[in-house]
Nanobody
Framework: QVQPVESGGGLVQAGGSLRLSCEVS?????MGWFRQAPGKERDFVAA????????YYEDSLKGRFTISRDIAKNLVYLQMNSLKPEDTAVYYC????????????????????WGQGTQVTVSS
């Protein structure tokens, strides 16, 4: 399997915005974004089904983060607005090849290919 490839991370001031991109290849049912801060678990951020474009979000991030996809370019995006210092983490893109049910999209185990991650740092 070809791994997803993230880009777009960086350093931003609190209140700013960033857009992460992820290159997608291979059979795809859904794409997800997760994040992991130092010393913490990898947490779900958002997911989108590839063909139907149904979206899912961590409740606390709704309204600030938006996931989208461009089938023609094989890209999935994570638009992050009104960023806060607590959003600082490594952000990972992941691919779910098969449909294992909606609940699986909220868990790392529901995905079978992961990118290397991109660092997002929000300064106060």
């Amino acid at each position: 399997q070809v791994q997803p490839v993230e880009s777009g991370g960086g350093l931003v001031q609190a209140g700013g915005s960033l857009r992460l991109s992820c290159e997608v290849s291979g059979r795809t049912f859904a794409m997800g974004w997760f994040r992991q801060a130092p010393g913490k678990e990898r947490d779900f951020v958002a997911a989108i089904t590839w063909s139907v474009r149904k979206t899912y979000y961590e409740d606390s991030l709704k309204g600030r983060f938006t996931i989208s996809r461009d089938i023609a370019k094989n890209l999935v995006y994570l638009q992050m607005n009104s960023l806060k210092p607590e959003d600082t983490a490594v952000y990972y893109c992941a691919r779910a090849t098969f449909n294992q049910g909606e609940d699986s999209l909220f868990r790392p185990g529901g995905y079978d290919a992961w990118g290397q991650g991109t660092q997002v740092t929000v300064s106060s």
